[in-house]
């Protein structure tokens, strides 16, 4: 059995700066809450647990005082540092920089266009923790919209400022621009900001070449990554015999007739280490 790991795949640099935060500041102490799942993996947040990290949900920090949080890479809305700081919690902020700037565009374009009852329009998952962050910086007053359908939900005689979550599919975002575009009444002001991480959509021609050259995919990512998501329907799109799994004990034998070769790849969430521990279960179940 043929059995290659994807050298691209893994961390981004957001999500090893907020890692090595974590472990940086747990040599130091017993304990150090996490504002939500350090990174949408769960074998890796499993793993930072057994060191001392406790991952709390926006409603306990907000019952906390006194302590130290570390803000992960999705960022967070101004009322959680605001609240940090009325109430001694000392922020470990690992915001991703692409994330941080992407947060102050959005404030910036709400600042401006509110006077011109300007609407600021983001594309990304509702409920998602750099949404939120990102919405924060409007006072909770963005139109976030999901999908291509959601364009409707824009008013056609107002200034639009559109904007990305990060880790979207760029395609998918250059067809919502381009209805946006087509929808708002002539003479209406629109800006199309395309804030989608690169660290994401430069893997997609790479990856479009490594998932072809295998007879099987097995893409390891978290069930919450979004970038995961969008990553492995790439790989699926290429290879239909691609498979994603969160863990080894989701692998099926079945899986595996026929097969010769398997290329393994991963998410911006996943780290190494999961994917060399799938690639040395199938050495051990098929040599």
Not at 47 to 70: A, P, Q, Y
Not at 104 to 127: L, T, W
Not at 164 to 185: G, W
Not at 256 to 263: C, I, P, Y
Request: glycine share 6%; proline share 3%; hydrophobic share 35%.
């Amino acid at each position: 059995m043929i059995v290659e790991i994807d050298n691209r795949s893994g961390f981004c640099f957001g999500v090893i700066n907020a890692i090595k935060a974590a472990e940086d500041e747990l040599k130091e102490t017993k304990r150090l809450y996490c504002l939500g799942d350090i990174v949408h993996n769960g074998m890796e947040v499993e793993r930072l647990e057994k060191m001392g990290l406790k991952s709390i949900s926006k409603e306990e920090f907000f019952t906390l005082s006194n302590c130290k949080v570390l803000i992960r890479a999705h960022g967070e809305p101004p009322e959680t540092y605001a609240y940090a700081q009325a109430n001694n919690i000392e922020l470990i902020d690992a915001t991703c920089p692409v994330v941080l700037t992407l947060q102050e565009k959005v404030k910036s374009s709400y600042s401006k266009h509110a006077p011109q009852d300007g609407q600021v329009v983001i594309y990304g998952k509702k409920g998602h923790a750099e949404i939120e962050g990102l919405n924060g910086q409007t006072s909770h007053n963005a139109i976030i919209i999901e999908s291509i359908a959601d364009v409707d939900k824009i008013d056609k005689n107002r200034p639009v400022s559109l904007y990305s979550q990060t880790t979207k599919r760029i395609e998918d975002f250059h067809e919502i621009a381009k209805k946006v575009k087509e929808t708002t009444n002539p003479g209406v002001p629109v800006e199309i900001k395309d804030t989608i991480c690169r660290q994401v959509s430069n893997r997609v021609p790479y990856l479009t070449k490594f998932a072809g050259r295998f007879d099987m995919i097995l893409f390891v990512a978290g069930q919450k990554s979004s970038n995961g998501q969008y990553l492995y329907t790439i790989c699926k799109e290429v290879n239909p015999k691609s498979h994603r799994i969160s863990r080894i004990e989701e692998i099926k034998k079945e899986w595996f007739n026929e097969v010769k070769s398997v290329g393994i790849c991963g998410a911006t969430s996943t780290p190494q280490w999961l994917m060399d521990d799938v690639a040395a279960w199938i050495h051990s179940n098929f040599e």
